[in-house]
């Protein structure tokens, strides 16, 4: 009981059997509230699993999901591609004026810039891709450049006495030593894609996907088949989460070490 009641203080660890607890303790608390819930505002678990498994059989949802998580993966690896190699090269003055006015481009909504792209790329998948793909790059421009502004100045002048040039250190500093951050800032900015994504299937629906899915739902009033559309992206996103985190992991081990020995 009293390892439970430190979950209420601050900056206490608790143990992975006390936070497994919680976390069940919790969830079970959200399926009560969901189960209370008035039919209006939430179907109920039966309902969803009802249309769930409608729409799995009579309506595509799992070609859908998969259209979908093949758009999101290409644009996952375009706009880390753009982005991270802008946010690196902010370590040169001559770049950083236009990352910086690349990086405002996330106040602009997708819908006030369709026209422009297809005008430049045309209809279909090519404008969904281009379309996610800038809407997922300047979020990740934005926080992979704060990432290099933190960098300490003294790891630079580290690799200066090892006897690297400037260009040498900039790598191995940049490059190398924010690998770990930049993995975790393109898992954060995957799931900001998912976000994205039902709004650039609605914009252009010539290849369908869950996002069109979604809207067609929506528009007819099928509650329960809105939520178990929601359920489905939940658990691919929460996949794919996992399996950036496993990369991240592989990759970066030292990144893992570090946040073990952060710990209270």
Do not use: Y
């Not at 799992?62 to 370590?91: K, N, P």
């Amino acid at each position: 009981m009293k390892r439970l009641l430190s979950a209420f203080a601050p900056n206490r660890a608790l143990s992975p059997a006390s936070a497994a607890l919680l976390a069940l303790g919790q969830a079970a608390t959200l399926v009560l509230l969901w189960l209370r819930a008035p039919p209006a505002v939430l179907p109920g678990p039966r309902e969803v699993l009802a249309a769930l498994r409608d729409l799995w059989w009579n309506q595509g949802l799992g070609r859908e999901l998969w259209t979908s998580l093949s758009l999101s993966a290409q644009a996952v690896a375009l706009s880390s591609a753009i982005a991270l190699l802008l946010a690196w090269l902010t370590v040169v003055p001559f770049f950083r004026p236009l990352a910086a006015a690349a990086s405002k481009g996330r106040f602009l909504g997708l819908v006030g810039v369709t026209f422009t792209f297809t005008l430049a790329v045309g209809g279909g998948h090519p404008l969904k891709l281009s379309l996610l793909t800038f809407g997922m790059s300047v979020f990740l421009l934005t926080a992979m450049s704060a990432e290099v502004a933190a960098v300490p100045r003294e790891r630079f002048d580290h690799a200066r006495t090892l006897r690297l040039g400037e260009w040498g250190a900039a790598f191995e500093v940049v490059v190398l030593g924010t690998s770990d951050r930049a993995l975790e800032v393109i898992r954060q900015n995957a799931a900001i894609g998912w976000t994205l994504l039902t709004m650039v299937e609605g914009l252009s629906r010539s290849e369908g996907g869950v996002g069109a899915l979604l809207l067609n739902q929506h528009k007819h009033f099928h509650l329960a088949a809105v939520f178990a559309v929601q359920l489905a992206i939940l658990a691919v996103g929460l996949a794919q989460d996992a399996g950036l985190g496993l990369l991240r992991r592989v990759a970066c081990p030292w990144a893992v070490l570090d946040l073990e020995r952060s710990k209270p």
